[in-house]
């Protein structure tokens, strides 16, 4: 009976592992069907979110908006002319500049940028 107890052992281990596999097989199996189905579920939202900002885009279009206005007896004109002013180029003093450090935190590295970049204004007519 020594010989019966080792094999009736080995065959409940064995199929304790085979029972354990199946079971992995199976949770592999279910979790791919969940991130199929939840990646579905992205694609379509996406597409939504495309679909519904490319229709708040053509609601704030101005030729709509005058459309709209002009419905509702509204005066309303788009800009006949666009009038860009320059600014001139200030100099800016040795010492208000700040050498560009490697190191250094964010903040310093738009000040340094901001040392360098101009910016231009633009204003409309009405």
């Given at each position: 009976m020594k010989g019966f107890?080792?094999?009736l052992l080995g065959f409940s281990i064995l199929t304790g592992l085979l029972l354990f596999y199946v079971h992995q097989r199976v949770e592999i199996l279910r979790v791919s069907y969940r991130i199929?189905?939840?990646s579905s579920d992205l694609a379509q939202k996406v597409e939504d979110f495309r679909r519904?900002?490319?229709e708040v885009n053509k609601m704030r279009s101005p030729d709509r908006i005058q459309k709209r206005l002009e419905d509702m007896s509204l005066p309303f004109t788009l800009p006949k002319q666009i009038e860009v002013l320059r600014v001139p180029d200030?100099?800016?003093p040795p010492s208000e500049t700040k050498p560009f450090l490697p190191n250094s935190s964010p903040?310093?590295?738009v000040d340094f940028l901001g040392q360098w970049i101009q910016i231009a204004q633009a204003r409309t007519e009405q």
């Open positions: 107890g080792k094999i199929h189905s939840k519904l900002k490319f200030q100099a800016v903040d310093s590295f």
